[in-house]
């Protein structure tokens, strides 16, 4: 094979991939690791084979030893996949007929076969998949793909900085559009707009405008700004494959007293979740840390699930991957790609975000966006 192939991906990243997944993969005692991929998540068979999947489902198969093989339900998809030259051994499928990939998995003769998102496979193709490999002993190996994706290679975190990138270029445009009487799904709109311009191929947004009654995030309203609301967003771009988010909340006039009392609040967790983030932290000690703020100016139970989910996330293939949360034990290894955001309620102004995506290094982290953390003013 060439250095780098016609899809775009250098093989050598497809090995390196391998052999991360074959190392777990033996660590689990696993002979053949199988991954799933309906149409709402294609993080691990896109990891395996670098193709989008645009078809109802897709399997990837990658034995202990030999060459991987991918299965596909659209015709389109098993052609894309022959485009990166990344996989082989490439078949189109039917719900109703998985003769091939089971043909494939008796002829390496698999023991012990991992199955990712197994838990998201369909009653029927659930059983005919058991029906096809039901020699087999099948077990999950969901968490085990999660772990091997949570760390980038160096070819990754370069598209997930060019995914950054877009997200500067989505706030500017988002803060831009921002003015009195305009629409919540205005905003999206011109945002949208310029991402899908400049090669996004998805865009994850939400959107909250109001003052201090505002409890969180939603999809685009008819609501239309008014002065003296904070204007908050999680901007979610896809370029390549990868997602990177930035969390900015922009402010229509002079802010209040209360508004720049949140964002300092809301700033100084930030800040503390960044400082505590370097290779071997775990998500937990990056909530912990974000919390103790919340907690230290006496606003510690809007760190609870009853107003917030996470204080971050990973990113890459899939938008939200490992949760950075108190109680969640996973150690971010240097190269993992996370976002830092305290995101919440509180009584100070309502709902606020702020976030930063950072790459995790031995000795700290590095910011992958150009925006400033600032209550940026927009004038009334």
């Given at each position: 094979m060439n250095a780098t192939v016609s899809g775009g991906v250098p093989d050598t990243e497809l090995s390196w991939r391998q052999e991360r997944l074959r190392a777990a993969?033996?660590?689990?005692?696993?002979?053949?690791?199988?991954?799933?991929?309906?149409?709402w998540r294609r993080e691990n068979v896109r990891y395996l084979t670098g193709a989008p999947i645009t078809g109802e489902f897709a399997f990837a198969y990658l034995p202990a030893t030999g060459e991987p093989a991918a299965f596909f339900s659209s015709e389109r998809d098993t052609r894309a996949a022959a485009a990166t030259a990344l996989v082989s051994d490439r078949h189109t499928i039917r719900f109703d007929d998985v003769a091939p990939l089971r043909d494939r998995i008796a002829a390496d003769r698999v023991g012990r076969l991992g199955v990712a998102h197994a838990e998201m496979l369909p009653a029927g193709l659930r059983d005919r998949l058991a029906d096809a490999v039901a020699h087999l002993e099948l077990c999950s190996a969901t968490a085990l793909m999660d772990?091997?994706?949570l760390v980038k290679s160096d070819w990754e975190i370069e598209r997930l900085r060019a995914a950054a990138a877009l997200c500067d270029e989505g706030w500017r445009v988002f803060v831009e559009t921002l003015r009195v009487g305009v629409a919540e799904y205005e905003v999206v709109a011109e945002v949208e707009a310029a991402l899908k311009a400049r090669g996004a191929e998805d865009n994850f947004m939400l959107i909250a405008s109001g003052r201090d009654e505002v409890r969180g995030m939603t999809p685009p309203s008819e609501r239309r700004l008014?002065?003296?609301d904070l204007v908050r967003t999680e901007l979610t771009p896809q370029l390549n494959g990868y997602w990177t988010q930035i969390c900015r909340t922009a402010v229509i006039g002079t802010p209040s007293d209360e508004q720049r009392a949140s964002f300092e609040l809301f700033e100084e967790a930030t800040a503390a979740g960044l400082a505590a983030l370097r290779a071997g932290v775990t998500?937990?000690?990056?909530a912990a840390a974000e919390n103790d703020v919340f907690r230290r100016h006496g606003y510690g139970e809007y760190c609870t699930s009853r107003h917030t989910r996470v204080r971050g996330h990973?990113?890459?293939l899939h938008f939200d991957e490992v949760p950075?949360?108190?109680?969640?034990?996973?150690v971010l290894e240097a190269n993992a790609v996370v976002v830092v955001h305290p995101n919440t309620f509180t009584p100070l102004a309502g709902y606020q975000v702020l976030g930063d995506p950072v790459a995790v290094r031995d000795g700290?982290?590095?910011?992958l966006v150009r925006s400033p953390r600032e209550l940026t003013e927009v004038p009334a």
């Open positions: 993969m033996l660590e689990a005692e696993l002979d053949g690791l199988l991954a799933y991929a309906p149409a772990a091997v994706r008014q002065p003296g998500a937990h000690d990056v990973g990113h890459g950075i949360m108190e109680g969640v034990e996973t700290g982290c590095e910011p």
